[in-house]
């Protein structure tokens, strides 16, 4: 089995590969981690994680340029619920809708919309880039699984999700009010922070998501 890291164009492959394998030589797992633009590979994969860097229509439209692969998705993902991360704007994807520029349909499998990041405090920077403190509101999750409460990660956006319903929150960052930062329903899972970027704490977060 392997995790299967998708390559549409769109996300910070090397990184995230890097923090993957690191992950599972620490789990001392026999899996291998694939990073591939072939729906096929999904079959073989245990758990799918869907990177994102820029606009919320292009990644939308790079990833519907795969051909086969929202299929491959909604089998893999939806059908037989293999565990599902979505990195950054491979989060955003998620949602309904994107309101980046234009409004863009997304995949729809956590209900919400994603729309330009307002901080009420004018002294804050558009981007959000840096090191924040996120606040867990479901504690028990497991991709939390010994992560400390007080904890930081790195964030790089100016877009953020705003779901439907507030169950599907997992954690916030505060940044001129708050922003979700983890997010989840059943099997899937999405960060606005990189885990890959984020040091020891991002890759316990890994550690967690491959033991799921």
């Known amino acids: 089995m392997t995790i ?16 993957f394998e690191y992950a599972l030589i620490e789990a001392r797992s026999s899996k291998k981690v694939v990073v ?19 606009a919320f229509a292009e990644c939308r439209r790079a990833l519907a ?4 692969m ?10 037989q619920k293999k565990p599902f991360l979505g990195i950054c704007v491979g989060m955003q994807l998620l949602a309904t809708i994107g309101r980046e520029h234009n409004l863009t349909k997304g995949l ?21 880039m840096g090191w924040n403190n996120v606040s867990i509101c479901e504690s028990n999750h497991p991709i939390l699984k ?14 953020v999700f705003k779901p439907d319903n507030a169950s599907d929150i997992i954690a916030t960052v505060e940044y001129g009010g708050p922003v979700v930062a983890i997010i989840g329903r059943e099997n899937i899972i999405g960060t606005q922070f990189h885990p890959e970027k984020s ?8 550690s967690n998501f491959i033991k799921l």
Do not use: C, M
């Open 70 to 79: 929202e299929d491959a998705l909604e089998e893999n993902v939806r059908v």
């Open 4 to 19: 299967a890291i998708i390559d549409y164009g769109s996300g910070n492959l090397l990184s995230a590969r890097k923090a």
């Open 36 to 54: 591939t633009n072939d729906p096929l590979e999904l079959k073989n994969a245990s758990h799918i994680v869907l990177p994102g860097v820029g």
């Open 108 to 128: 729809n499998w956590i209900p919400g919309e994603v729309v330009n990041l307002s901080p009420e405090n004018d002294i804050l920077k558009i981007p959000h």
């Open 146 to 159: 010994d992560i400390k409460k007080d904890i930081h990660f790195y964030f790089v956006h100016s877009y």
């Open 65 to 68: 340029n795969l051909v086969g």
């Open 199 to 206: 040091q020891v704490e991002g890759l316990r977060l890994i």
